[in-house]
């Protein structure tokens, strides 16, 4: 049997183009993964490593730390607690100033309280100067030369603060501005110049009850609040 080479060529350059498209393209089974179509929405990652990730838009993020709420947010809520409105002002200035600590702040106010009460009743302006608005300032500074234009003196020691509760907060133009009802327990006795009480008792611990507010320029690079108002 004679064999046609002619007929043979064109069967052989076939063979040979399928081998080569084969060892190019190569080819699929069961184990391999689809093509990855970055426009569908649950596509999978592309390679067998982790590292490999690349989270696209769209896709789902995973749960983490991003979705927690910060330090600053859940001082918030405690402080707040019910108060829409003071949890709404809270937040306004949080959103408006970054650095503010709700947490710090209180207890920045209660240290603030016993030194104004105190340094009031020793007549110290000098300490008081620091901590209030100029307008409370001259209010206080005034009762303290009145007090002693009648030669009066005040005993006082500050028992400590049994509640101290946000009531408002809110933004006043470029100034945030929170009032805090005090509740506080003191002895305290007016004298006269010949060391007789005229009002008080220095034997009986006494409650009082402010409602302060502090307020801070947002724009200020001074991070310190000040006594702007007072109210019994």
Do not use: C, H
């Not at 838009?57 to 730390?65: F, L, Y």
């Not at 600590?101 to 007549?123: H, L, N, R």
């Not at 509640?163 to 006043?172: G, M, V």
């Amino acid at each position: 049997m004679e064999i046609d080479l002619f007929t043979l060529l064109p069967l052989a350059v076939a063979l040979f183009v399928f081998w080569k498209l084969r060892s190019v393209l190569g080819t699929r089974n069961g184990d391999k993964r689809p093509p990855y179509d970055p426009y569908k929405g649950n596509a999978e990652p592309v390679g067998d490593s982790d590292d490999n990730v690349v989270t696209l838009p769209g896709s789902k993020r995973r749960r983490g730390e991003d979705d927690k709420p910060s330090p600053a947010e859940i001082a918030i809520n405690k402080l707040a607690g019910k108060d829409k409105s003071v949890k709404q002002g809270l937040t306004a200035i949080l959103s408006r100033d970054p650095g503010f600590d709700p947490a710090q702040f209180m207890s920045g106010a209660k240290m603030a309280y016993e030194m104004i009460v105190t340094g009031f009743a020793d007549g110290d302006k000098r300490t008081l100067k620091n901590l209030l608005s100029r307008d409370v300032f001259d209010n206080f500074a005034m009762e303290i030369d009145e007090r002693s234009k009648r030669g009066e003196k005040v005993q006082a020691s500050f028992v400590g603060i049994e509640k101290a509760d946000i009531k408002a907060a809110e933004l006043n133009k470029d100034e945030a501005q929170i009032t805090i009802k005090f509740v506080s327990q003191m002895i305290s006795a007016t004298l006269d110049s010949e060391d007789e009480i005229v009002d008080g008792d220095l034997q009986e611990v006494a409650e009082v009850i402010d409602v302060w507010t502090f307020a801070r320029p947002l724009k200020s690079r001074d991070p310190n609040w000040k006594l702007v108002a007072t109210d019994e």
